[in-house]
């Protein structure tokens, strides 16, 4: 199936990737993946909710949450298995091993109900994935599908940059594509064309002019 390919070609460029680079990843991304904690305190995440952390990497933003939502069922996918090995590694240094389920799986062919045997999530979020995932749209389609009614899918991301001086985009772009990130302007607008399909925006934040943006989607 189409899908199983893509999800393959994925696994193996981002095991690639990051089989080294996991061992640094924390350190060096909270210099330019900004606004993750903001996202963090911002999901509406109620009692006994259940939420997904889409490409989790190394677990850090669920390590975070744990603390935050003691009594929500979390749960993080990534299609690289070393990220998955080291969040389970991070999870159990944090205590929260056994309140935090982890799957290896593309989000092209991610099935809850095999992985976690859940039909649906209140709460998936994308942190910094979207920009690394060339078709993204049947991506975050897929975790729409598996939202429940009224449930919120949140992402943050990249921006588009336009407002940064020339030699600081160019500077930040380079240095991304180093690591197969790729901003586009047109997933921030596509995800807005999608939440007027839904029922609109729980959640509309430019982060630090421009640099990324941070939008909650209400699904209907
Ligand atoms: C830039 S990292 C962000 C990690 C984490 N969300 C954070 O905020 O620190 C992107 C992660 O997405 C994962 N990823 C890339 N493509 C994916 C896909 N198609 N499905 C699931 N995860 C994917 C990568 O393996 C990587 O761990």
Redesign the pocket.
Known sequence: MVEMV??ED?AR???T??RYQRHI??LT?KFY?LG?DRLLTRLPIKPGASVL??????G??LVKLGHMVPDARLHG????GV?IDTAARALDRAGLAHRVRLAQ????G?DPETAFGLARFDVIY????L???PDWRP?VDRALEQLAPGGILAV?DFGDQQRAPRWRRRLLLGWLRL???HPRAEIERDLRTLAAGQDGLALDENLFDGYAYLLMIRKA
């Open positions: 893509v999800a994925a460029r981002m095991d990737m990051y990843y924390d991304r993946l993750r952390e889409m490409g989790c990497g190394t850090r933003n996918v990534d299609v690289a990220m799986a593309g989000g092209q991610f994308f942190s910094y994935v920009s690394m995932i991506v943050v690591f197969d990130v």
